[in-house]
T-cell receptor, first 113, second 113 residues
Framework: DAGITQSPRHKVTETGTPVTLRCHQT?????MYWYRQDPGHGLRLIHY???????DKGEVSDGYSVSRSKTEDFLLTLESATSSQTSVYFC????????????FGPGTRLTVT | AQSVTQLDSQVPVFEEAPVELRCNYS??????LFWYVQYPNQGLQLLLK??????LVESINGFEAEFNKSQTSFHLRKPSVHISDTAEYFC???????????FGQGTTLQVKP
């Protein structure tokens, strides 16, 4: 298994509070991704990173920000959580954008009450 | 724009029966194709991939998928399923150098004894 961990694994928070999810990899892969998984929607890309301090938006980026200060860590922040952000969040890594074979972390289940 | 359609949201089958999970994609350019599997409460694992060459690709646990360019399909098949194959299966497509995977909505395979 690729060395990808996510923390926390579960979180319950209240509407309006900020939340930060962490993705940590030990593979030294250049590309990192944040997805959310919702029933009927599959996985949708929130943000991705193609290097330290280099990030870009995905298809559902509103309400989310990311940071990558080190190769191994990619942080996802919900600046003011809303109930619509209740979801399961997955981090993924990839060595090459040419083929883009991605490896996924175990996920974080976030509930916003 | 690219899109991926998985034609069945749920596929119930009996153990040892054959199964086909259907995936169609739309793209005007060459793509790479993937099938991922997600077991309950886990992250996604790469099951198999088509990059180039032979249009029939196989996984280590008996699944196979065939790339059909004329029909823009990448259906997943297994001649005899086991209870342990119960999971959600995602088809995904990537264009070279875009750094993005586009996922289908997922198909839940439920294998009954």
């Amino acid at each position: 298994d690729a060395g990808i961990t996510q923390s926390p694994r579960h979180k319950v928070t209240e509407t309006g509070t900020p939340v930060t999810l962490r993705c940590h990899q030990t593979e030294n892969h250049r590309y990192m991704y944040w997805y959310r998984q919702d029933p009927g929607h599959g996985l949708r890309l929130i943000h991705y990173s193609y290097g330290v301090k280099d990030t870009d938006k995905g298809e559902v980026s509103d309400g989310y920000s990311v940071s990558r200060s080190k190769t191994e860590d990619f942080l996802l922040t919900l600046e003011s959580a809303t109930s619509s952000q209740t979801s399961v969040y997955f981090c993924a890594i990839s060595e090459s954008v040419q083929v883009n074979e991605q490896y996924f972390g175990p996920g974080t289940r976030l509930t916003v009450t | 724009a690219q899109s991926v359609t998985q034609l069945d949201s749920q596929v119930p089958v009996f153990e040892e029966a054959p199964v086909e999970l259907r995936c169609n994609y739309s793209s005007s350019v060459s793509v790479y194709l993937f099938w991922y599997v997600q077991y309950p409460n886990q992250g996604l694992q790469l099951l198999l991939k088509y990059l180039s060459g032979s249009t029939l690709v196989e996984s280590i646990n008996g699944f196979e998928a065939e790339f059909n360019k004329s029909q823009t399909s990448f259906h997943l098949r297994k001649p005899s399923v086991h209870i342990s194959d119960t999971a959600e299966y995602f088809c995904a497509v990537s264009r070279s150098n875009t750094g993005k995977l586009i996922f289908g909505q997922g198909t839940t395979l439920q294998v009954k004894p």
